[in-house]
């Protein structure tokens, strides 16, 4: 039987149960690749998952994107109604949620302008709180978007289809009770990973110029 070239959903479920020699398994294998996802969002981090997003604050919050996983950057936007007389272009300091309270009590809750913020649930919070709605400019990593029937691709799977195999077969083993297969599924996906990573890193770096995804709030 010729391999199967992975480029889709419906491929990618082929090729699972191919390298696994089981034909029994139509009805688990999505939920392996579901699972896979989810890991793979959890530790993954590269420039591919950047996205460049534009939104106006209500007051001092501003609703996270559904896709949000982790901020990487965000700015004030000047010369932008209703961005007040003041606010400069500048990437705003990430602080943790003790600090913006101590901000604020100390302002005694006046109102400023930003220069700081931070995440509570699904909502920035601007700090100090400016006085009126603010046009913001976040850059941060998206989840990667889920395979599915109806999305049958997404940028990892056409970049990386053996991060996706391996990460799939991986979730594959503890529901065959397969521990011989653990440890080299395993070892193959933590060796991509590494390779990723060290890409993607070498892509940061200030010589290489980075377009982040436009994407609206």
Partial sequence: MPAV???????LQAAVA??????????????????AEAQMNRELRTRDMMVRADATSDGENVLLP?????????TVQPGLPPAPQGYLAKPLRYMSE??????????????????????IGDMIELVPAPTGDVDLRMVYYARIPNLSTVLQSNWLLGKS???YLYSTLLQS?????DDDRLGTWAQIRGALFEM?????EASLRPRSQITARAKAF
Wanted: net charge negative; hydrophobic share 40%; no cysteine.
């Fill in 5 to 11: 070239v992975i480029n889709s959903y419906d491929t």
């Fill in 18 to 35: 191919d390298w696994l020699n089981r034909g029994d398994l139509l009805d688990q294998i999505p939920a392996f690749i579901t699972l």
């Fill in 66 to 74: 559904d896709d949000w996983l982790e901020h990487y950057s965000l």
């Fill in 98 to 119: 003790k600090e913006s309270n101590e901000i604020k009590a100390a302002m005694f809750g006046q109102p400023g302008i930003p220069y700081g913020y931070t995440v």
């Fill in 161 to 163: 289809p053996d991060l």
């Fill in 173 to 177: 083993a503890p529901y065959l009770k």
């Fill in 196 to 200: 990723i990573r060290m890409e993607s």
